[in-house]
């Protein structure tokens, strides 16, 4: 089962709308006209609801086939954008100084309304169909706002999936795996007291960007000599602020990070020797250490039984061959976990073949992904509710 022709015909239409989400990226929560214009579009679409604001600016519309049946299919789509001045180039980059969207979340809602233009046309099923337009997943938990407005018991979904592009992975090839996926993601603050000084006279200070940088080097032991080798897991400071000047030794610095993890004991791990080392480092240097460790988002895991279904439904689309089904885990994170801990389902990755990575100002949606997103998407909700 090959893409779904009438997506094809569809495809110059849905690389149109991602290409107005990308020339207005908003971020977060605050992303009023993505959601307006998702919430216009299903309504032209015809869907049989079309609810806004829902985990503060969320859009969910509802699809019903035009055969009975009780089950109900959920499927997300995010739709913020990120704080990253474009470097691009494209005749429809960013309007918006300092945003762009870098991580393919226009690919991602453009997709799903693709895949509602069709099957509100269609409703070749029996059931429900839920499509999801989440804001706010880079760093803002919309997931857990969506699921914590009751999102799952309002629109009776029994069954939650997930898909986000894939840099480096061929266009029309898929990888999923079952059960962990992708890790959870933990925030360190290690706020550092020493003694202020004349850069000059050293010895009558306590050099706090000399602890910062032993506790920088030390977290790393932690990775290296705590947690298990076979197991997974990363430290990583990633800002580092003490001083003003060249001729002063700061009284204070600050270092900022983040704790990756993929089962619940390293996770407890880390978040127990993090302060233990660089509480201790700071004291052998004569200094303080206070350290803040918060839990983000929790791991992303897959449900076995719902994995096995859309790498199926992958492999119908783009060929048995062209689906991974054990991929290896990846450190990012992400907050459709909070619906995956709601609700069985399953999170699948779609090629965007050579771009740049993620997160990276060059970065850009590939346009040849959409008729196989888009397809899976079709496909997924009319085989689970076949009639």
């Known amino acids: 089962m090959p893409i779904v022709n009438r997506v094809a015909d569809l495809a110059k239409d849905i690389a149109e709308w991602r290409h107005d989400l990308h020339a207005h990226p908003e971020l977060l929560y605050d992303v009023q006209r993505t959601a307006g214009s998702v919430a216009e579009r299903l309504k032209a679409f015809g869907c049989d609801e079309v609810v806004a604001g829902i985990g503060r600016t969320g859009v969910v519309g509802v699809i019903r086939g035009n055969k009975p049946g009780s089950k109900v299919i959920g499927m997300r789509a995010d739709m913020d954008a990120l704080p990253i001045e474009e470097a691009t180039g494209l005749s429809y980059k960013s309007t918006v100084p300092g945003k762009m969207h870098a991580c393919g979340h226009d690919g991602h809602t453009a997709m799903l309304l693709g895949a509602a233009r069709y099957l509100a046309e269609t409703r070749n099923f029996a059931g429900t169909a839920v499509v999801?337009?989440?804001?706010?997943?880079?760093?803002?938990?919309?997931?857990?706002?969506?699921?914590?407005?009751?999102?799952?018991?309002?629109?009776?979904?029994?069954?939650?999936?997930?898909?986000?592009?894939?840099?480096?992975?061929?266009?029309?090839?898929?990888?999923?795996?079952?059960?962990?996926?992708?890790?959870?993601?933990?925030?360190?603050?290690?706020?550092?007291?020493?003694?202020?000084?004349?850069?000059?006279?050293?010895?009558?200070?306590?050099?706090?960007?000399?602890?910062?940088?032993?506790?920088?080097?030390?977290?790393?032991?932690?990775?290296?000599?705590?947690?298990?080798?076979?197991?997974?897991?990363?430290?990583?400071?990633?800002?580092?602020?003490?001083?003003?000047?060249?001729?002063?030794?700061?009284?204070?610095?600050?270092?900022?990070?983040?704790?990756?993890?993929?089962?619940?004991?390293?996770?407890?791990?880390?978040?127990?020797?993090?302060?233990?080392?660089?509480?201790?480092?700071?004291?052998?240097?004569?200094?303080?250490?206070?350290?803040?460790?918060?839990?983000?988002y929790p791991v992303l895991k897959n449900h076995a039984a719902q994995t096995d279904f859309a790498a199926k439904v992958a492999g119908d689309i783009a060929g048995r061959d062209k689906v991974d089904i054990d991929m290896a885990p990846v450190m990012g994170a992400e907050d459709f976990s909070f619906m995956l801990n709601a609700r069985p389902g399953a999170f699948i990755f779609i090629g965007n073949g050579e771009s740049a990575g993620l997160h990276h100002p060059a970065y850009n949606f590939n346009d040849d992904a959409i008729p196989f997103g888009t397809s899976y998407w079709v496909k997924l909700v009319e085989t689970a509710l076949a009639a």
């Open 132 to 296: 999801i337009f989440q804001p706010a997943e880079e760093g803002g938990a919309g997931g857990k706002a969506m699921v914590e407005d009751g999102m799952m018991d309002r629109f009776k979904i029994g069954e939650v999936y997930g898909m986000h592009n894939f840099p480096g992975l061929p266009v029309g090839e898929f990888s999923i795996r079952p059960g962990p996926i992708m890790a959870a993601a933990d925030y360190i603050q290690i706020d550092i007291e020493g003694k202020g000084a004349h850069a000059a006279r050293p010895h009558l200070g306590i050099d706090t960007v000399l602890v910062g940088a032993q506790i920088v080097n030390n977290l790393q032991s932690i990775v290296a000599r705590n947690v298990d080798p076979l197991e997974s897991a990363v430290v990583s400071v990633c800002m580092f602020h003490a001083g003003n000047t060249d001729n002063v030794i700061p009284q204070t610095a600050q270092l900022r990070g983040t704790a990756r993890s993929l089962t619940p004991e390293v996770r407890d791990l880390l978040e127990q020797r993090v302060p233990e080392v660089a509480e201790g480092t700071a004291k052998l240097y004569g200094a303080s250490a206070k350290v803040k460790y918060r839990r983000g």
